[in-house]
């Protein structure tokens, strides 16, 4: 069974630093997605980043990165020049890809709440 | 624009009463998702469908059930509400092409089961 770790139940960060929200999975699949998503208090999930267990670079979109060590099994966050709109609870998840096809279901960490002090 | 809409967004029931949450995309997705959201726990897997008339169980799926009748539907009931339930819920669609589908998620339903 597929399973997400967020170690960091809450993380405190200056604006304008970077930051790092720590993943860590297991599965047994040799085929998987790792994503992260961001929920502001409002409550909806935006996507943030993606990154596909053959992908051999690790995934950029602009302030977001993710640091996939797949030896280590870990896909941490990294935001860059933190905004005070970043403070959010942050979650990572983890997709089955069985055979290059995505089956969909996303298996989620308990998420990290990311505090951005002016 | 296509979207994931939810109904009703608040909801406060009683114990034993059966409820219905719905869900409805535009998106034209054949995977659609029901998730739950409570404190410690992150996002847990009710229910999933992979296509009209298929439904499967997810992580946490005691006490709910769901049907598809159709592409953009995927209603949630609880058959007889408990206090346990009392949740954020979320649904989610995505697509079946091609490796990287992002999930798409509706603004969620807060039910409350008193």
């Known amino acids: 069974a597929q399973k997400i770790t967020q170690t960091q139940p809450g993380m405190f960060v200056q604006e304008k630093e970077a930051v790092t929200l720590d993943c860590t999975y297991d599965?047994?699949?040799?085929?998987?997605?790792l994503f992260w998503y961001k929920q502001p208090s409002s409550g909806e999930m935006i996507f943030l980043i993606y990154?596909?267990?053959?992908?051999?670079q690790n995934a950029t979109e602009g302030r977001y990165s993710l640091n996939f060590q797949k030896a280590r099994k870990s896909a941490n966050l990294v935001i860059s020049a933190s905004q005070l709109g970043d403070s959010a609870m942050y979650f990572c998840?983890?997709?089955?890809?069985?055979?290059?096809?995505?089956?969909?279901?996303?298996?989620f960490g308990q998420g990290t709440i990311l505090t951005v002090h002016p | 624009d296509a979207e994931i809409t939810q109904s009703p967004r608040h909801k406060i029931t009683e114990t034993g009463r059966q409820v219905t949450l719905a869900c409805h995309q535009t998106?034209?997705?054949?995977?659609m998702f029901w998730y739950r959201q409570d404190l410690g726990h992150g996002l847990r897997l009710i229910h999933y469908?992979?296509?009209?008339?298929?439904?499967n169980k997810g992580e946490v799926s005691d006490g709910y059930s769901v049907s598809r009748s159709n592409t953009e539907d995927l209603p949630l009931t609880l058959e007889s509400a408990a206090s346990s339930q009392t949740s954020v819920y979320f649904c989610?669609?995505?697509?079946?092409?091609?490796?990287?589908?992002?999930?798409?998620f509706g603004p969620g339903t807060r039910l409350t089961v008193l």
């Open positions: 998840a983890m997709r089955e890809d069985a055979g290059g096809t995505s089956y969909g279901k996303l298996t």
């Open positions: 990154q596909g267990s053959y992908d051999e």
């Open positions: 599965t047994s699949d040799q085929s998987y997605g």
């Open positions: 998106w034209n997705h054949n995977n």
């Open positions: 989610a669609s995505s697509p079946t092409s091609g490796l990287f589908n992002e999930q798409f």
């Open positions: 469908s992979y296509g009209v008339h298929d439904t």
